[in-house]
């Protein structure tokens, strides 16, 4: 008898489990914003929620690939309040530092300025900065977290030889993030197996479609867009033009311009969410750094507004 209660209950735990709906956390691109979402996931922790996968664009990738190896977010915090982020997106090279040295040695804070600023090496390599900085940062912050088992997770980038959307998983994770965050004419492309990976939120700013593909059952996006647009329509009858199809396919930039499809994968995507959480985030940019504490309490603000439904949320799941 026993063993017959044994079994019942190992069935009944492995239906329960089997049966147990996925979570995934979608994180979007916004450059400087991306504090606000740090903010957001310390009430996601808060609620309970199980997140079994993460994916993430350009800032969304650093955040999700950190949490993905085991930061808390208020490690996240700790880190964003901490670090000059500035100097880290600008090669090191701190504003504050070049302003004081412009004073003593004028000549000195021009040699750095003009290797910062190489137009020739811009062109030939589309990109200001080279990225080791944050690279090597990033390293760091995974080498910590070594010995924790991660979560599934995908960073989304572009490849812009061909303009086509690239999930990265394998590899070095660090890099998979600086790939992602690649903001095309700032940060040079990573290349990789012939692609010239660069930030993902090009094609696809707020992946939910990726973690629906990934098994997702329901999943909770957290979007730094601020000034939402309709989908776009091509200029009529040009996309249907012979001349218009061989330019395009030379140049899949142009191609991409002219369609916009990211606007309306954005549009779906938001849709698609089953808890879509949008900080508001007045008067900053992508380069707002020196507003993380605000940005951060913004994204409290979101996720505490959202707590209710979280909850919720960890009920379905559980």
Same mark, same amino acid.
């Given at each position: ?162 303009? #086509?959307?690239? !999930? @990265?998983? /394998? *590899?070095?994770?660090?890099? =998979?993030?600086?790939?992602?965050? %690649? ?9 990789? #197996?012939?692609? !010239? @990976?660069? /930030? *993902?939120?090009?094609?696809? =700013?707020?992946?939910?479609?990726? %973690? ?107």
């Amino acid at each position: 008898m026993k063993r017959f209660l044994i079994v019942i209950l190992c069935a009944t735990l492995a239906v329960s489990v089997s049966g147990r709906k996925t979570v995934a956390l979608v994180l979007g691109g916004g450059g400087a914003k991306g504090a606000a979402e740090v903010g957001v996931m310390k009430y996601i922790e808060r609620s309970g929620v199980p997140v079994d996968m993460v994916v993430g664009t350009s800032i969304g990738s650093v955040v999700g690939g950190l949490y993905s190896v085991g930061y808390s977010a208020d490690e996240m915090d700790r880190i964003f309040r901490s670090q000059e982020w500035i100097d880290l997106f600008s090669d090191g090279i701190s504003m504050d530092n070049l302003l004081n040295e412009l004073v003593d040695s004028p000549l000195s804070v021009l040699d750095k300025v003009k290797g910062l600023l190489d137009f020739k090496s811009m062109v030939k390599e589309l990109g200001i900065v080279k990225g080791d900085s944050i690279v090597g940062f990033l390293d760091r912050l995974v080498k910590e977290k070594a010995d924790r088992r991660p979560i599934p997770f995908r960073a989304v980038a572009v490849d812009l030889k061909a303009m #086509d959307e690239v !999930l @990265l998983r /394998d *590899g070095s994770l660090p890099m =998979n993030m600086r790939a992602s965050m %690649a903001i095309p004419l700032v940060f040079r492309p990573v290349q990789k #197996d012939g692609m !010239l @990976l660069a /930030d *993902g939120g090009v094609l696809n =700013n707020l992946p939910v479609d990726v %973690a629906r593909n990934m098994g997702a059952d329901i999943v909770i996006a957290v979007d730094l867009t601020q000034n939402k647009h309709e989908d776009y329509e091509a200029p009529g009858g040009l996309m249907e033009k012979e001349w218009a199809q061989k330019i395009f396919d030379r140049v899949p930039w142009l191609k991409w311009i002219v369609q916009r499809p990211d606007r309306e994968k954005y549009n779906r995507n938001v849709a698609d969410a089953d808890l879509y959480i949008n900080p508001v985030l007045d008067d900053c940019s992508v380069t707002s750094f020196s507003k993380v504490d605000y940005m951060i309490r913004q994204g409290e603000k979101a996720g505490k507004k959202a707590l209710r439904k979280l909850k919720k949320i960890k009920k379905k799941a559980k």
